[in-house]
């Protein structure tokens, strides 16, 4: 299973920007996808995540009514839409996959595959 996340940019504080994760590979029917987030120098930490099946969605408290997740089960691609966009949100994003339900969202260890990310500016 390859994930390609895409859909990162330049954009002013207050603005909205759309990432992408694609999957693709060998049929996946895995539990759910999450997004990460990491600057540098510090440690990579949860932003978002939804069951496939989209009952389930959880986004961290710092990113919260201004991150939303969606998805498109027929291209096994799911989107974070960002909107008020802080200079505090400027990170290299990564999307990752889990095959089972797992028991914390946060826990990096328990996505199975993880994506190359793509970098996410904001200018204050």
């Known amino acids: 299973v390859q994930l390609q996340a895409s859909g990162g940019g330049l954009v002013q504080a207050g603005g909205s920007l759309r990432l992408s994760c694609a999957a693709s590979?060998?049929?996946?029917?895995?539990?759910?996808m999450g997004w990460f987030r990491q600057v540098p120098g510090k440690e990579r930490e949860f932003a978002a995540g939804?069951?496939?099946?989209?009952?389930?969605?959880y986004v961290a408290d710092s990113v919260k009514d201004r991150f939303t997740l969606s998805k498109d089960n027929s291209k096994k691609t799911v989107f974070l839409q960002m909107n008020s966009l802080k200079p505090e949100d400027a990170a290299l994003y990564y999307c990752a996959a889990r095959v089972r339900m797992g028991t914390n969202w946060r826990y990096q260890y328990e996505y199975d595959y993880w994506g190359q990310g793509t970098q996410v500016t904001v200018s204050s």
């Open positions: 590979g060998r049929p996946f029917s895995g539990y759910g």
């Open positions: 939804i069951t496939w099946t989209g009952s389930y969605t």
